[in-house]
């Protein structure tokens, strides 16, 4: 069975940094773009950022360009979201996904199959 687990959300002052994981059971990550989203109370899901096989391109919504930084490392089977210069409007559950392995990279989530349960973000003073 496929599963994604995120961790690593937490409470975090504003400009203070985090880093969210998205461990794959299940299935090799090897062959899957994965992409992280977010959701705040009442408003719509919103495409973080995105990631395709073997890291060869990277994507990432115009709120956290330049702040956040996505990786992988398939050997973990693990992607990780660096999350820096954080600001109260970050607050959101974070969410990773991955789509069928044929498709590739993509900042809507329609396009993605496979989610994890989610984890928290706030930030706050």
């Known amino acids: 069975q496929l599963q994604l687990v995120e961790s690593g959300g937490d409470l975090v002052q504003p400009v203070g940094s985090l880093r969210l994981s998205c461990a794959a059971s299940?299935?090799?990550?090897?062959?899957?773009?994965i992409g992280w989203f977010r959701q705040a109370p009442g408003k719509e899901r919103e495409g973080v950022s995105c990631?395709?096989?073997?890291?060869?391109?990277?994507y990432y919504g115009d709120s956290v360009e330049g702040r956040f930084t996505i990786s992988r490392d398939d050997a973990k089977n693990t992607v990780y979201l660096q999350m820096n210069d954080l600001k109260p409007e970050d607050t959101a559950s974070y969410y990773c996904?991955?789509?069928?392995?044929?498709?590739?990279?993509?900042?809507?989530?329609?396009?993605?199959?496979?989610w994890g349960q989610g984890t928290q973000v706030t930030v706050s003073s």
């Open positions: 996904a991955a789509p069928d392995p044929s498709r590739g990279c993509s900042l809507d989530y329609s396009r993605y199959d496979t």
């Open positions: 299940g299935f090799t990550l090897d062959y899957y773009a």
């Open positions: 990631i395709s096989v073997r890291a060869t391109r990277t």
